[in-house]
Structures are given as structure tokens and as C-alpha cells.
């Protein structure tokens, strides 16, 4: 190379650094840089969290993003002080720039909401606000304020109809108004024609609600999805002659005490609605969330001639039938017999 081409070289030479460099991020802002980690990276972003911990999360997971290129990015649109609140996963192989522009836009990773056995709306509210970004508090006074749950049909006592042990997906700031909301087209889009149409071949004149019910009182009986359609039948035929259900869940969400084993006399006499060795007919709501399965149970229950039931004397959870009181009267002998010997007092 002679002398004159060097002069050249050595004069383009910032030139050509300044071209590299600018290459390097047009080329990792046009998509090139992808995360690789597998992993979920969530991070919570509220209306008070700090600009400087959302950038230590981003950071933290700089092995997944090209943090270059996210850090060009932010700088250019002023992100860090246009936080928009969310949950969000910045990992899990999706590319810087798309992780980038759901934080910027506020495009949130929907989180997945479980809703098990629990016995009602208090419980249910405290399950929410481990799961979503409102408090238990505020999904408390939603799900139990009587104007707005007037306008789905509900009212405090049949709010938990709502809830069927199901999964479903939210955005975690979802507000609480939204959610009852949300709940209340899952429920409806549930009732079909065809479950609306079972309703009166169960008893004439039943509600959904009245059928969720029945349904809770059939969940807390058995966990044995094999049983579930007798039982149902049986509180149907009780219904059906106007006896009353003496049911024991219902005593013991009547006491407020679900670890009772064996419901006593002092029980019995509890006043309350729920109470249904006092009271005939359904209680005023269910006694606890229930699984697609007991909702199906009652629409097609079984046919059977069966009045009384109780609990084996080999505590398997399943149950002794019996369409006769002296039959239930020694089916439960046995049982307290059971009881006595393994001595469960209550």
C-alpha cells in the first residue's frame, strides 16, 4: 500500500468506527437480537415503583436481552419515566424488542388465576389479592356491595356462584369492578341452552344460582366424582317431598368452623339461614366454590329412591345409602361406632 493510500485509510478510519457502530444497532434494533433464556422472567411494575428498579429487573435477566439495544431504546423514547403499570415477562425467548415495546405500550403477560375450594367470598377475595395487583380489601367490597352485583342477577349471599374451580386469565391490573365483570360473561357464556333446560327437570322453577348451591352442598359431601350424581339425587328427592336437607356442611358453615368431624347436637342448634337441620329448603347461597363436576352431578343426577346418607364406617370418603330411616339409623351406629374407637370427639 503505498504512502497516499494510507493517508486515505488512516482519514476514514473514525469515519468508518462511527458506520460500524451504528450498523451494530440498526441491526439489533431491526429484530436481530432475540433472548434465548426459556426461563419466564416476571416483573410487577405499580404507579410507585421506582424507574431504578425497573431497570435493575431488566438488568437482571441481561443475559436473555440484548441490553444494548433495549438501553439505546429506553434512552431514545425516555422509557424510564413513562412506566406504564403491568405484569410483565421479560424472558422466555421473546426478542429485546418485543420485550421492549410491551413494557413501553403496556401490552401486559396475562397471569393465569386458579380458583380452588374455598368456602366463600372473604376467602375468595384473599386469593385474589395474591394473585392480582388490587388488594383483598377492594375485592372484597366489590364482590360484596349489593348495587353492583344487583346488576348480574347476584347478591352477597349467591356472589360465589361466580366462582367455579376453574383457571382463567386476567391482566394483573385488572381492577376489581372489571373483574366481577369479567366473572359475570364467564358465567353466563356457562349456562348454555342446554344446562338452562336441565334446570327444571331438577326442581320446578330452579335457578342457576339454585343449582350452584346444591351443587356446593354436594362438593363439600364427597370428593368422590363417582358419588356425586347419587348424592345429588338424594337432596333432590328430599327437595322433591319437602323434607328438610339436613346436610352437614351447611351446619358447619352455619358454626363458621370447617374442621369439625363430627357434627354434634350443640351444632345442630346453631341459628342460621344455612343451618338446613333447622331450616327446609336450599340455604341462601353456596357453601363454597364448586368444580364443574358438581354443577353436572345435579343437572344429571341420578334417579334413585335414597333419603339418608352417611359417611362409611372405614372413613374411605365415600358413603352408605339409604332410602329407609331404619337403614340410616344403623348405617350411622356403625359410624359412631367408627368414631368412638379411633376417638374423634369433634
Known amino acids: 500500500m503505498d504512502f497516499k493510500a494510507k493517508k486515505i485509510l488512516i482519514a476514514l478510519s473514525p469515519l468508518l468506527l462511527i458506520f460500524g457502530i451504528a450498523a451494530g444497532i440498526v441491526y439489533g434494533v431491526l429484530g436481530t437480537s432475540f433472548a434465548t433464556t426459556d426461563d419466564e422472567h416476571i416483573i410487577f411494575i405499580t404507579e410507585n415503583t421506582p424507574a431504578d428498579s425497573v431497570r435493575h429487573h431488566v438488568e437482571s435477566v441481561s443475559k436473555g436481552l440484548k441490553l444494548r439495544v433495549f438501553n439505546y431504546l429506553a434512552q431514545k423514547d425516555d422509557y424510564y419515566n413513562n412506566l406504564r403499570p403491568g405484569r410483565y415477562d421479560i424472558g ?28 366463600n367470598i372473604s376467602e375468595v377475595s384473599r386469593h385474589l389479592g395474591k394473585k392480582l395487583m388490587a388488594d383483598s380489601a377492594d375485592f372484597e367490597r366489590v364482590l360484596t356491595n349489593e348495587e353492583l352485583l344487583s346488576k348480574y342477577s347476584l347478591k352477597r349471599e349467591t356472589a360465589i356462584c361466580l366462582f367455579m374451580q376453574e383457571t382463567y386469565e386476567f391482566y394483573w391490573t385488572i381492577t376489581p369492578e372489571k373483574f366481577l365483570e369479567r366473572m359475570a360473561k364467564e358465567y353466563d357464556r356457562y349456562w348454555t341452552d342446554s344446562r338452562r333446560k336441565k334446570l327444571n327437570r331438577v326442581h320446578e322453577g330452579f335457578s342457576r344460582e339454585e343449582a350452584i348451591t346444591l351443587a356446593s352442598i354436594v362438593e ?5 366424582k363417582d358419588e356425586k350424581p ?9 327437595l322433591h317431598k319437602g323434607m328438610k336437607l339436613q346436610t352437614d356442611p351447611t351446619v ?50 341420578e334417579q334413585n329412591d335414597y333419603l339418608f346418607m352417611c359417611a362409611k364406617e372405614d372413613f374411605s370418603g365415600t358413603h352408605n345409602f339409604a332410602a329407609t330411616d331404619v337403614e340410616h339409623a344403623a348405617n350411622a351406629k356403625r359410624y359412631q361406632k367408627a368414631l368412638d374407637a379411633r376417638k374423634i370427639k369433634k
Open 230 to 238: 347419587t348424592i345429588a339425587g338424594l337432596y333432590i328427592n328430599r
Open 92 to 119: 422466555s425467548g421473546t426478542s429485546t424488542i418485543e420485550v421492549y415495546r410491551n413494557l413501553r405500550s403496556g401490552n401486559e403477560t396475562p397471569v393465569k388465576v386458579n380458583i380452588p375450594f374455598l368456602h
Open 220 to 224: 363439600c359431601e364427597t370428593n368422590n
Open 252 to 301: 358447619k358453615y352455619a358454626v363458621g368452623d370447617f374442621t369439625i368431624r363430627r357434627v354434634l347436637n350443640k351444632h345442630l342448634m346453631t341459628e342460621s339461614p344455612y343451618n338446613t337441620y333447622l331450616h327446609e329448603g336450599l340455604p341462601p347461597g353456596p357453601i363454597c366454590t364448586v368444580s364443574p363436576a358438581s354443577i353436572k352431578a345435579v343437572l344429571d343426577y
